[in-house]
T-cell receptor
Framework: KNEVEQSPQNLTAQEGEFITINCSYS?????LHWLQQHPGGGIVSLFM???GKKKHGRLIATINIQEKHSSLHITASHPRDSAVYIC???????????FGSGTQLTVLP | EAQVTQNPRYLITVTGKKLTVTCSQN?????MSWYRQDPGLGLRQIYY???????DKGDVPEGYKVSRKEKRNFPLILESPSPNQTSLYFC?????????????FGEGSRLTVL
């Protein structure tokens, strides 16, 4: 079973700061997901990646398959980015997902 | 509008009273899945389905049943709910395929079993 570790668990930043959230996993995967959960509870998919790098607006996700590590970067952070960010990995073709414990991000104005 | 719809959103019930949480998607997705989210334990997969009539257990399937008779629907059944099934439940769906499997989540169903 894959072990998924996220760091940091909690992160407080000032508006405008560059933010990095990390995700490490123990077993080879077929894909990794970054999810965002707002205080109301809804979950939104930010990225799904299996190699390299993806960018969407101010968000960038990278993955290093050899090192079993992924990072989510937020440039020019804003208070509306305050949320829990969750990493999830899937192994093989069966789409069984294992989730990290999440990173609570608070961006102060 | 593309969406995953769960019902009910909130439910308080008593031990042993069978209940069903419905999940429906309008995106013709092959894959559907159920998760529960608990404080300190995060999200855990209960059951998933790769297509109609194909279902598989996730990490925490005990006490739950599912069925996938139609592509759009994937109900979660609690035959005899117990207090340890008090949780926030999410349904999700996606296409299956390399680099196309972005997950779409329902809004969540908060279940309390007394």
């Amino acid at each position: 079973k894959n072990e998924v570790e996220q760091s940091p668990q909690n992160l407080t930043a000032q508006e405008g700061e560059f933010i990095t959230i990390n995700c490490s996993y123990s077993v080879g995967i077929s894909a990794l997901h970054w999810l965002q959960q707002h205080p109301g509870g809804g979950i939104v998919s930010l990225f799904m990646l299996s190699s390299g790098k993806k960018k969407h607006g101010r968000l960038i996700a990278t993955i290093n398959i050899q090192e079993k590590h992924s990072s989510l970067h937020i440039t020019a952070s804003h208070p509306r980015d305050s949320a829990v960010y969750i990493c999830a990995v899937e192994a093989g073709s069966a789409r069984q997902l294992t989730f990290g414990s999440g990173t609570q991000l608070t961006v102060l104005p | 509008e593309a969406q995953v719809t769960q019902n009910p959103r909130y439910l308080i019930t008593v031990t042993g009273k069978k209940l069903t949480v419905t999940c429906s998607q309008n995106m013709n997705h092959e894959y559907m899945s159920w998760y529960r989210q608990d404080p300190g334990l995060g999200l855990r997969q209960i059951y998933y389905s790769m297509n109609v009539e194909v279902t598989d257990k996730g990490d925490v399937p005990e006490g739950y049943k599912v069925s996938r008779k139609e592509k759009r629907n994937f109900p979660l059944i609690l035959e005899s709910p117990s207090p340890n099934q008090t949780s926030l439940y999410f349904c999700a769906s996606s296409l299956i395929g390399w680099n196309t499997g972005e997950l779409f989540f329902g809004e969540g169903s908060r279940l309390t079993v007394l």
